[in-house]
T-cell receptor, first 115, second 112 residues
Framework: GAVVSQHPSWVICKSGTSVKIECRSLDFQATTMFWYRQFPKQSLMLMATSNEGSKATYEQGVEKDKFLINHASLTLSTLTVTSAHPEDSSFYIC???????????FGSGTRLTVV | SQQGEEDPQALSIQEGENATMNCSYKTSINNLQWYRQNSGRGLVHLILIRSNEREKHSGRLRVTLDTSKKSSSLLITASRAADTASYFCATDPNTGGFKTIFGAGTRLFVKA
């Protein structure tokens, strides 16, 4: 079945620095990937849709200059949180559509803590 | 805004009992999915039910879908302590594209 690898699983960074999170589809090609953010005990909120070879589509209220998405290949999408601040501390998860079967395969998530 | 709303928000049961979680949504859908999330982990896809299906089974899981009421239920039979997790429903709205919208989730705690 579809396997999605997300890295790192957790990261602590200083305020003002940038953090890159990777999402890889290991056994299939993904033209589309999704990035979500989840605050404690809350649901997943879609941040953006990552499209291979083109610009990402951001949801309303998500700053595209702060959350840079690059989908340069069919197996890798990256999310870079630029100039991170404590309010960016959250759980970030990527997902990939399961194609014709429906549903999505999720990465294991990245816990970002900005201090 | 969230498409799905799970009910209850939290549920605590004894091992061996059945757990029922409900999900309501607002717009017409292509399909509805249920996921499980263990604390601090990614989501695991449990089951997908299409808009033309009414019931689906997978092991100890039973999902129903009532498109007239825009609601779905997830039943876990003979629960185990390992079923302790948060459960989310998600819908693919019938508006084209992939956009999936998640409900707030039900936190299930199964006591051994």
């Amino acid at each position: 079945g579809a396997v999605v690898s997300q890295h790192p699983s957790w990261v602590i960074c200083k305020s003002g620095t940038s953090v890159k999170i990777e999402c890889r589809s290991l056994d299939f090609q993904a033209t589309t990937m999704f990035w979500y953010r989840q605050f404690p005990k809350q649901s997943l909120m879609l941040m953006a849709t990552s499209n291979e070879g083109s610009k990402a589509t951001y949801e309303q209220g998500v700053e595209k200059d702060k959350f840079l998405i690059n989908h340069a290949s069919l197996t890798l999408s990256t999310l870079t949180v630029t100039s991170a601040h404590p309010e960016d501390s959250s759980f970030y998860i990527c997902s990939v559509p399961k194609s014709q079967r429906g549903g999505y395969t999720f990465g294991s998530g990245t816990r970002l803590t900005v201090v | 805004s969230q498409q799905g709303e799970e009910d209850p928000q939290a549920l605590s049961i004894q091992e061996g009992e059945n757990a029922t979680m409900n999900c309501s949504y607002k717009t017409s859908i292509n399909n509805l999915q249920w996921y499980r999330q263990n604390s601090g982990r990614g989501l695991v896809h449990l089951i997908l039910i299409r808009s033309n299906e009414r019931e689906k089974h997978s092991g100890r899981l039973r999902v129903t879908l009532d498109t007239s009421k825009k609601s779905s239920s997830l039943l876990i039979t003979a629960s185990r302590a390992a079923d302790t997790a948060s459960y989310f429903c998600a819908t693919d709205p019938n508006t084209g594209g992939f956009k999936t919208i998640f409900g707030a989730g039900t936190r299930l705690f199964v006591k051994a």
